[in-house]
């Protein structure tokens, strides 16, 4: 048997991947295996919010409303690349919630918590404000702005990771937890490489499972035990139509069956519409966005903007499967966004802890519950202390929270030949390791083979040596959203360009050099 890890952890998730990098920080050795992609589960398909959550405050989720606007400032500070402030445009439509309703719960919203940077609620005249302008017209006159943040949540996933394989983690990507079992007071879990189908055990004395909508199936499949809690799969859906309105706010726009849909600016040229709530209970790996979504989204933008949204328009959708808490809400959108952490944990024998429900925005605070319930099992090895995400920069946010465009300008000194639009994905894309991937290159041919829409060799050659990138899709549409800009020739080359750049085996590939 080889060396006994610390803790296992199955699922590179947001969830799993953020208690590997607090352990590893704290200097547990941690081994993660992801079956598919980091982030290729529900924490890529999420609506890109580092929110309190307005609507939670309806159903009184004041706990989980604070928790996870205390976050927003804290993220944003260690990671100012990729995440940023936006502001919402909630327009007061008669016959929904009155306006009184709204100032009351945006009045909680700014004074909850965690609000020291970003600006307070104020109230937009429509008429006069470019806000109204998209809107169709005459049908609105007021509308309430806020505060939250925006997050590229395919790279937190990867920047977690990346932070606690540099801390001495150990993450394994296209590798499945099949069975675990407790032997002499620790677990045995053996996994798969999915690409070669090679088997190997390892040994951890405590055991995570970080699987999400998965977790469930984990627990009864390959540990042969039963759920505390049962997990309620919500499916909820995202489409992608050419902009639809030249500012960079976003709207929360409400539905009468007392939804809420936001759309949002994305990747410069796009709209991002969503979400739906449905509650789902197939294989949450092949969720799909149905034909009665895509109308019901774009209904509803239809019924706010002058301009009409239709199927047609629609250049790409995407749809995740929340793992929620079962709470016997009648209703998909009603179940709520807390966490539990179950620990099982008999006298003697090794601790195993499932993780059910949570937010993007609460995974660093879960996290920290997490180690805190593990605490007793783990013992305190010399590394640093309980908290210390919330201040250590993820990789490449090391630099001012209001200094991005800053860092834009430095990189576009440095590279006078990258253009504005590219010198800007790069830094809100890697930060301050945007530098190792372009080197000493002096010109755009020195960067190697372009695949169009700026992605060149030299990123896809740093993507698979640091960030676990092995397919087109890990780079077109997790490590980055280039799919979005790069023609069907150009997704093809590059896949083909990464059949045969890439080691086929997981082990081979996770020997990921810092
Ligand atoms: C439509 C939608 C919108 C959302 N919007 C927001 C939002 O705006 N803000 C917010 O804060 N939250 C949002 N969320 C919630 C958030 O996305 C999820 O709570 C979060 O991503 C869950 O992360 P996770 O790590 O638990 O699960 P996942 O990201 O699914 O990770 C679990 C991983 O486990 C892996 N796995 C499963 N079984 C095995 C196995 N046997 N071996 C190895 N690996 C395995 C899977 O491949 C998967 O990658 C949204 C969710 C949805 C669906």
């Not at 996870?68 to 016959?95: C, D, K, N, Y």
């Not at 796009?270 to 034909?291: H, V």
């Amino acid at each position: 048997m080889p060396d006994i890890h610390d803790l296992a952890i199955i699922g590179g998730g947001i969830n799993g991947c953020g208690i590997a990098r607090d352990a590893a920080g704290r200097g547990h050795s941690v081994f993660l295996c992801e079956m598919d992609d980091l982030g290729s589960g529900t924490s890529s398909r999420s609506t890109k919010l580092i929110h309190g959550g307005l609507r939670y405050l309806e159903q009184f989720d004041f706990r989980l409303v604070r928790e996870s606007l205390l976050e927003r400032e804290t993220l944003w500070r260690i990671a100012p690349h990729i995440i940023h402030p936006m502001r919402f445009v909630l327009p007061h439509q008669p016959g929904l919630r009155p306006a009184w309703m709204l100032r009351i719960g945006l009045l909680i919203y700014d004074n909850l918590g965690g609000r020291r940077h970003l600006p307070a609620t104020r109230t937009l005249n429509l008429k006069t404000d470019p806000a109204g302008a998209p809107l169709k017209p005459g049908t609105y006159s007021t509308a309430f702005e806020y505060s939250d943040c925006w997050v590229d949540d395919a790279r937190l996933v990867v920047l977690n990771a990346r932070d606690a394989a540099d801390r001495g983690a150990v993450v394994r990507t296209r590798t499945r937890a099949i069975a675990a079992k407790r032997v002499d007071g620790e677990w045995r879990l053996t996994l798969e490489d999915v690409t070669t189908g090679t088997r190997e055990t390892i040994a951890a004395r405590v055991l995570i499972n970080a699987a999400g909508p998965w977790v469930e199936r984990v627990l009864t499949g390959s540990l042969g035990m039963q759920a505390e809690h049962r997990v309620r799969l919500v499916e909820g859906a995202h489409i992608v139509v050419p902009r639809l309105f030249e500012h960079d706010r976003a709207y929360l726009l409400q539905n009468p069956d007392g939804r809420v849909v936001f759309a949002i600016p994305y990747e410069h040229d796009f709209t991002l519409i969503g979400t739906t709530d449905r509650d789902y209970q197939a294989d949450p790996a092949a969720t799909e966005i149905t034909t009665g979504e895509i109308a019901y989204l774009c209904e509803m933008a239809s019924s706010v903007f002058a301009t009409s949204v239709r199927a047609q328009d629609v250049v790409w959708t995407y749809s995740g499967v929340r793992p929620l808490i079962e709470d016997s809400s009648s209703d998909a959108k009603s179940v709520s966004r807390e966490y539990s952490l179950d620990l099982d944990a008999p006298s003697g024998s090794a601790p195993l802890l499932s993780i059910v429900g949570g937010k993007i925005t609460t995974y660093r605070k879960l996290a920290e519950a997490a180690l805190e319930k593990l605490d007793p099992h783990l013992g305190r090895p010399q590394g640093l202390a309980a908290g210390w995400t919330g201040n250590e920069p993820l990789p490449g946010g090391d630099f001012a929270f209001d200094a991005i465009d800053t860092q834009i300008a430095q990189l576009g000194r440095a590279y006078p030949f990258l253009s504005p639009s590219h010198a800007l994905r790069l830094t809100r894309a890697y930060g301050t390791r945007a530098p190792a991937i372009l080197g000493s290159a002096e010109s755009l041919q020195d960067l190697g083979t372009s695949f169009g829409a700026s992605l060149t060799e030299r990123e896809v050659r740093y993507l698979i040596a640091h960030e676990w990138a092995r397919t087109a899709d890990d780079v077109a549409w997790r490590r980055s959203k280039l799919g979005l800009h790069m023609t069907p020739a150009e997704r093809s080359a590059l896949a083909a360009w990464m059949n045969d750049a890439v080691p086929r085996s997981a082990a081979a590939s996770s020997a990921v050099p810092t």
